[in-house]
């Protein structure tokens, strides 16, 4: 027989009955593709890893479709939801169609750019239909404020997933790339068709899954190398030495220091590796005065 004690997940029908209801039209400012496929919804899961009793963050919950697919492998979720019309509706669409685990269900009315701390218990994995206009700065935003992350998966635009997994010396390699790959290992974990969407969007959709592991050192912050990799990338095509010059003071102390780190002046920031951007910035930081400007 039937477990009728497991979620029901929404299908076109569901979805747009909910959205008839609430007067919701899907926003391009806010980036809202509401998933109609339940199959979709349950891949995303499965290729998240997320497993039964694991504390699960979701970012952008929309109408719940993959709220309803955490649940459903005995996740406990906390959404986070910038939408107050969204965020008021959710809780009952939980008790309709996921009744049995809606106490495992918390929504969060907030910003995840802005977001300053997440109730409950640490959250154990990310898993998430990411806006695609502020995809990379809230995965790396949620990345940084919730260090008990072991593991996620988010949905993003194509192209970015792209760029998120790409390793260095790659055609797509960049900031998101290099930042990401300070908090985690990242790779591809597929592609999403654009029918699975209403409305469709106009561009793909990729998985990008990651798994945690330590900061790469402790002798410098975060915010100190995510610095340089802003400085190196500013300029794709100049090399390190002309693209550090202003952060490190002139020509002369930015070709010093990556001497110092071991890396050619003349090599450019998409060759080089989170490992690298760490021995860059220990060693402009190991004369007295540090970067220019730095706090």
């Known amino acids: 027989m039937p477990d009728t004690s497991a979620p029901r997940l929404l299908g076109p029908a569901e979805v747009r009955e909910l959205a008839a209801r609430l007067g919701v039209r899907p926003t391009k400012q806010r980036g809202q593709n509401f998933v109609i496929d339940a199959n979709t919804v349950r891949r995303i899961v499965r290729e998240s890893g997320v497993t039964d009793g694991e504390v699960v963050v979701e970012v952008g919950p929309g109408l719940g479709s993959l709220t309803l697919a955490l649940l459903e492998v005995g996740a406990e979720v906390t959404a986070v939801e910038i939408d107050p019309l969204l965020a008021e509706e959710l809780p009952a669409t939980i008790r309709t169609f996921a009744p049995d685990q809606a106490e495992r269900f918390r929504v969060v009315l907030a910003d995840a750019l802005t977001l300053a701390e ?10 998430a239909n990411l806006p695609y206009n502020v995809s990379v700065p809230v995965l790396l935003h949620l990345m ?9 998966l988010v949905m993003v635009q194509s192209e970015v997933a792209d760029r998120l997994a790409a390793p260095p010396g790659s055609k797509t390699y ?19 068709g654009r029918n699975v969407f209403w409305p469709a969007p106009n561009v793909d959709s990729g998985l990008v899954a990651w798994t945690h592991h330590a900061p790469p050192t402790d002798e410098v912050t975060r915010e100190q190398v995510f610095a340089v990799i802003d400085a190196s990338f500013a300029q794709r095509r100049k090399a390190l030495r002309g693209a550090l ?3 490190a003071g002139g020509t002369e102390q930015a070709e010093a220091a ?19 951007f760490v021995a860059i910035t220990v060693a402009l930081h190991a004369t007295t005065d540090g970067p220019k400007g730095d706090s």
Do not use: M, N, Y
């Open 118 to 127: 997440v109730p409950g218990p640490p959250p154990q994995a990310l898993v």
């Open 144 to 152: 940084a404020l919730l260090p008990s992350l072991e593991h996620g």
């Open 174 to 192: 960049g900031i998101p790339s290099a930042k990401a790959a300070w908090f985690a290992d990242v790779r591809r974990a597929g592609a999403i």
């Open 245 to 247: 010059r202003t952060l």
């Open 258 to 276: 990556l001497r110092t780190a071991g890396i050619d002046p003349l090599t450019r920031g998409e060759a080089l590796g989170i490992d690298e």
